[in-house]
T-cell receptor, first 112, second 113 residues
Framework: GESVGLHLPTLSVQEGDNSIINCAYS??????FIWYKQESGKGPQFIID?????DKRQGQRVTVLLNKTVKHLSLQIAATQPGDSAVYFC???????????FGSGTKLNVKP | KAGVTQTPRYLIKTRGQQVTLSCSPI?????VSWYQQTPGQGLQFLFE???????NKGNFPGRFSGRQFSNSRSEMNVSTLELGDSALYLC????????????FGPGTRLTVL
């Protein structure tokens, strides 16, 4: 299967700082990407998505950046809060392919 | 609207046994996907069902199977359990699959002794 990896398994940030979580994907044909957040004891929760015809997409306090040249995806969280502490996954797929490949996850620790 | 529900939440089995897990999607969602989550392998795609048909399958042995009913509820079955099958099994539903947002359930924690 495809390999979707993350550069940093654990990231610790101070409350109020901005967080950047990175992800490398391996399939240059992938054209749809999603970031998920998973809190302890819960299933993954959709955060934001981006299609390959875009290089940036903004949500509420979150921004996803896509660099297709180097097959890199990042999630930026502004003014990180304690409630942002979770494991974050990136996922890739071919649009309408009905099959997602997930990265191994990055744990975000927000220090008060 | 109720979220995705999975039953049971926790399960303990012994090697060689079989297990059936259940997933009820969000009302109106017709696509159901199953994933296995382990610390070592992360989230891995098992299969996806739509209108009672398996549309896609991951790289898992034939011991892993699933089905979907006419009301979109889905079950997955694992036969001849192995220790390595211990994992969190997650179900996700979406309207039609593809790029539709997937909503995950809380998962079933399976422990194989």
């Amino acid at each position: 299967g495809e390999s979707v990896g993350l550069h940093l398994p654990t990231l610790s940030v101070q409350e109020g700082d901005n967080s950047i979580i990175n992800c490398a994907y391996s399939n240059s044909a992938s054209d749809y990407f999603i970031w998920y957040k998973q809190e302890s004891g819960k299933g993954p929760q959709f955060i934001i998505d981006i299609r390959s015809n875009m290089d940036k997409r903004q949500g509420q306090r979150v921004t996803v950046l896509l660099n297709k040249t180097v097959k890199h995806l990042s999630l930026q969280i502004a003014a990180t809060q304690p409630g942002d502490s979770a494991v974050y996954f990136c996922a890739e797929t071919l649009y309408n392919f009905n099959k997602f490949y997930f990265g191994s996850g990055t744990k975000l620790n927000v220090k008060p | 609207k109720a979220g995705v529900t999975q039953t049971p939440r926790y399960l303990i089995k012994t090697r060689g046994q079989q297990v059936t897990l259940s997933c009820s999607p969000i009302s109106g969602h017709r696509s159901v996907s199953w994933y296995q989550q382990t610390p070592g392998q992360g989230l891995q795609f098992l299969f996806e069902y739509f209108s009672e048909t398996q549309r896609n399958k991951g790289n898992f042995p034939g011991r892993f199977s699933g089905r979907q009913f006419s009301n979109s509820r889905s079950e997955m079955n694992v036969s001849t359990l192995e220790l390595g099958d211990s994992a969190l099994y997650l179900c996700a539903s979406s309207l039609e699959g593809g790029a539709d947002t997937q909503y995950f359930g809380p998962g079933t924690r399976l422990t194989v002794l």
